[in-house]
């Protein structure tokens, strides 16, 4: 029967849109399980091969529980704010909003028509005034929160102003920007601009000076996975470090439970390494040392305060404020120019940049405490004013950096020793100088002499015992138009929050979608964007009087904000009055199966547990974490196509000419240096002669990509007429062939459009349908690895379907029968069972795929059309592909329902039970017959039944085995 699966695969899209098969219920009678992607980003490009993936396996994972009689919440939505909808605006003047709505709508074309069990009424979007509602209403929680310390989470603001006003500072144990000291007398006594600009010092969401990614081409600040190679990723534009007041969220308060939260969750071990790397706890000490002729102190945060008698200098980032205080005047030109060129790196490139060194004196000098030892204060981008404190005491005998920076500066290097005996050790050279102080190391362990110079310090009263994290606060303001507005206005300079009544703010119309004359992001642009407090609203810019009509915050929110709660809209996408009812938020708990990609490990996953842990702490959610198990799924790998370009110099005026060699001729010219053949063809078709002394290397040619659908059928041919019209620019080129023939490169990459290797999933769904699509990805290998993609290969996935197809039917007819199924054929379905379910638990996609061809292979080579095998054989399919089993199913007379919700088959180990065991029997060694005989049998039962078969008589020819070996259930062995 003809299998034709474009009518199958669009009856059963449209069946299940209509019936809404996989709406879920919020009826809590049924045990729940949920199942997420990460959110996609709608970009114009729409999908490609390599993007379903992670959503096939999750979607194969929900239907599997759903057969298992879970309620499975398996929602979809998109990320729907960005920087490439505000580019494009800005380029074309096209609104973002409509331009995002296009791609939203290709995108879910694609994702239906791929056939996944989406529950689309759920379906979110964070560039919906509905859903950024909410974005804002969490942001204002933040806003009037504050992390008290002693009660390990964060509280309301009020219970902070309580305290304030009963005891001041007094017993205050509060995660903060500065060290305050007030009583309450003065709080209460204090203006009210004064008391906000000191709660401003507490609150989660707070405006603080932040140096930042500041893209002038763009007018916006960037994250550190915005810019590569200190360009942004989009338009490669340059980035600077500035300073700017920016929105922050205090995520650092939330350090120590971040780490602990990892043991309790199941993810992939290097992601956790990675967020454990990226909050970077370390314990120490804070020091303080002073700074001869200057009142000022530099405090530095060491992890090896018991190596402070070994350091000999002091390094400050450039962008500390002690640095313009304590520069002298000879050296302030120096200074000034490393900070300038240190302003044009991102923090990232800073801190991978482990080998160069650079520096400036700024010409003062700290007092060693302890050795009152004057030591040169410099200025190095290889510090950070994020972490610790923006100054570290240098230790060059101790730290490969800092060693560094001494030999390039010529600075002394003393290594601090323990013992006397110490002092030997030839590990460093003759210019280092050795410390030995008895009085403190002297014989110590490591953890001995660091708690020793702990106390020391302490009783210096120069510093104390600490903990600190590398993690900062997350800067939480983007000088874009296409985002989140900040629910704030400005009133006398401080920072006020709209009432919750008068969300959502909603992003006003603009002429432009770039940064005002002045300055101001796009929302400056507005006419339309100012708050008056007296009746409540949004009112005309013009108004403003700072009286009763204020100006509204022009940043907008990060890319991170709505993705850090959306798993949380989904349990109750469209309620109005909460982001979630609680009932049903307490339900669905933790994401039990999240399946996205490891590129977030630093970004969205560390916010998203931040959030959601805020949002316990006031109360509003129950869980501690977000996502209980996560899957990091590889990459589906394009297979590119290069064109060889002849890089040459002449002596005419025809250097445009382009000359394009064959993949193999480039390697032989190359390897051969031939330049004979290519200085007659150039002579001959172009009219002019290479550089007699020309010397070819693999340079000589550029690499260009290509678009793989030039390519003629499979081959690596290039069809040159075609690559001609898709690059004008290239129309009048020359081709060098080998046999006729344009041979391209080929080499496996990242799919990407920029390289021309995608493959549209639309064109592999209508030639090999959709199910051939899911368990061709699943089939192509272990679902955390990546793989590269061949569309050959769908072949013979799709020539199983086809096989799967025609058990149901004999002929053109469908024909199963009711008849009892054979032991045998119960034990191929067994066997299936067995093995799928340990897949799909396991995550081990790919063999499922392979263990239904073996299947299959059986049941067609015994003939099998039982009912009781054929059935339950569809469900066990289904999850993969889906269209063809229900259509299957809908054959077999279930008419009235979907196969989505039939029980999965139940194992039983009885059919697996072997009657007979099958003995291969070997002399001295060799194989000579096979032997079946009852699987209940003993070993020497086995062994009689063996001597006394006629082909061992003839074997033996009346001689006495000298040994005989069994082994139960597998072999014979007889030597003679």
């Known amino acids: 029967m003809f299998y034709d699966h474009q009518q199958i695969e669009k009856k059963w899209q449209k069946y299940w849109e209509d019936n809404q098969t996989y709406k879920t219920s919020d009826k809590t009678d049924k045990p729940k399980f949920y199942v997420l992607d990460m959110f996609p980003y709608p970009s114009g490009a729409g999908l490609h091969v390599g993007h379903p993936l992670g959503y096939i396996a999750s979607d194969i994972y929900a239907r599997y529980k759903r057969h298992q009689g879970f309620n499975v919440l398996h929602p979809v939505g998109y990320d729907s704010f960005g920087l490439p909808a505000e580019q494009y605006a800005i380029q074309t003047g096209t609104h973002p909003a409509i331009t995002t709505e296009q791609n939203i709508t ?21 560039s919906d005034a509905s859903y950024y509602k909410w974005t804002q209403w969490i942001f204002i929680e933040l806003f009037h929160s504050w992390y008290n310390k002693n009660t390990d989470k964060a ?77 942004s990723e989009r338009g490669g534009f340059p980035v600077f470090q500035k300073k700017m007041m920016q929105w922050s969220m205090r995520i650092s308060a939330y350090s120590e439970r971040l780490l602990q939260g990892l043991k ?54 450039p962008e500390n404020p002690l640095v313009e205080t304590i520069t002298t005047e000879e050296q302030k030109a120096e200074v000034d120019t490393y900070i300038e060129e240190t302003s044009k790196k991102t923090e990232r490139d800073r801190m991978s940049d482990v080998k160069n060194v650079s520096g400036a004196f700024t010409g003062s000098y700290a007092i060693n405490p302890f050795s009152n030892e004057k030591m040169p204060i410099y200025i190095s981008d290889y510090v950070l004013m994020g972490y610790g404190t923006g100054a570290v005491m240098a230790v060059p005998a101790h730290d490969e950096r800092d060693h560094r920076f001494a030999k390039k500066f010529n600075l002394e290097i003393k290594k601090v020793v323990e013992t006397e005996e110490d002092v030997q050790e030839k590990s460093f050279d003759s210019k280092t100088s050795v410390c030995v102080n008895s009085d403190f190391l002297n014989g110590l362990n490591y953890d001995e002499a660091k708690a020793l110079i702990i106390d020391a310090i302490e009783k210096k009263g120069i510093g104390h015992g600490t903990t600190n994290y590398r993690q900062r606060d997350a800067i939480f303001s983007r000088q874009r138009y296409w985002g989140e507005p900040v629910p704030i206005y400005y009133k006398d300079g401080m920072p006020y929050t709209l ?36 009746n409540q609203k949004v009112v005309a810019t013009d108004l403003v009087d700072d009286k009763t009509v204020f100006p509204l915050e022009l940043s907008t929110m990060p890319g991170w904000a709505g993705s850090s709660w959306y798993f949380l809209r989904y349990m109750d996408p469209n309620n109005g009055e909460v982001f979630a009812n609680k009932d049903l938020s307490d339900y669905w708990g933790q994401v039990d199966l999240y399946i996205g990609g490891s590129e977030h490990a630093t970004g969205h996953l560390l916010y998203s547990r931040f959030w959601n842990m805020f949002l316990k702490d006031r109360g509003y959610i129950n869980q501690d974490e977000p996502f209980q198990k996560l899957i990091n799924q ?47 063809f150039i002579s001959k078709n172009i009219g002019f002669n290479l550089k007699s002394n020309l010397i070819l290397t693999k340079d000589s040619f550029q690499q260009i990509h290509v678009d793989v659908s030039l390519l003629k059928g499979t081959s690596d041919e290039l069809d040159t007429d075609a690559f001609k019209s898709w690059r004008p620019d290239y129309a009048d080129a020359e081709f060098i062939l080998e046999d006729g023939k344009y041979i391209t490169g080929r080499e496996v990459e990242k799919m990407s459009k920029s390289k021309y290797n995608v493959v549209n999933p639309d064109d592999i769904c209508e030639e090999y349908g959709a199910d051939g699509l899911r368990l061709y990805e699943m089939f192509l290998g272990p679902l955390e690895q990546s793989k590269p993609w061949n569309t ?56 499922s795929v392979s263990s239904f061809m073996i299947a299959v292979n059986e049941l067609q080579k015994l003939k099998c059309n039982k009912r009781n095998i054929l059935e339950p054989l569809a469900v066990i399919i289904s999850p993969y592909a889906p269209h063809i089993c229900e259509e299957l199913w809908s054959l077999l007379g279930n008419k009235e329902s979907s196969i989505e919700f039939q029980k999965f088959p139940i194992l039983n180990e009885d059919y697996l039970v072997e009657d007979e065991i099958e003995y291969p029997v070997s002399v001295n060694g060799k194989m000579k017959f096979k032997i079946a005989l009852p699987a209940t049998l003993s070993a020497k039962e086995v062994e009689d039944l063996v001597l006394q078969n006629d082909k061992m008589g003839m074997l033996l020819e009346g001689k006495t085995p000298k040994k005989i070996i069994v082994v139960p259930k597998k072999i014979v062995n007889i030597v003679i």
């Open 155 to 231: 509280e309301s603001i009020k219970t902070l102003i309580k305290h304030f006003e009963e005891k001041g500072t007094v017993d205050l144990n509060a995660n903060q920007n500065d060290e305050l000291n007030f009583t309450s007398e003065e709080w209460k006594n204090a203006s009210e601009i004064d008391k906000e600009d000191i709660l401003l010092n507490y609150r989660l969401a707070y405006r603080a000076e932040t140096t930042v990614n500041w893209c002038p081409a763009l007018g916006t600040v960037l994250a550190n996975d915005e810019v590569k190679d200190g360009k």
């Open 264 to 317: 309790t969750l199941d993810w992939p071990q290097p992601l956790k390494d990675s967020q454990e790397y990226w909050i970077g706890k370390s314990q120490g000490a804070q020091v303080k040392f002073n700074v001869d002729g200057h009142d000022e102190i530099v405090e530095v945060f060491t992890t090896r305060p018991d190596t402070i008698f070994g350091a000999t200098f002091m390094v400050l980032a």
């Open 634 to 680: 590889g990459m589906i790998l394009g297979m590119s196509a290069f064109v060889y370009r002849f890089n040459y110099n002449s002596t005419t005026d025809n250097e445009s000419k382009s000359v394009f060699i064959s993949k193999n001729l480039v390697d032989n010219l190359v390897k051969g240096n031939n330049v004979d053949l290519l200085t007659n």
């Open 499 to 534: 009432p919750a009544s008068a969300l959502p703010l909603e992003l006003p119309e603009v002429e432009k979608y770039l940064p005002t004359e002045d300055g101001d992001p796009p929302l400056g642009n507005s006419k339309t964007f100012a708050w008056d407090e007296a």
């Open 792 to 847: 050959q290969g769908l072949s013979g996935v799709y020539g199983f379907l086809k096989k799967f197809w025609n058990l149901y039917f004999n002929g053109e007819v469908f024909e199963v029968s009711d008849e009892e199924p054979t032991k045998a054929e119960y034990k191929v379905l067994h066997t299936l069972i067995k093995k799928v379910v340990y897949d799909i638990e396991n995550f081990s996609f790919n063999t």
């Open 106 to 126: 290709r995108y879910e074309e694609q994702l239906r028509k791929i056939g996944f069990s989406f529950d689309w009424s759920r379906e979110v979007r964070t």
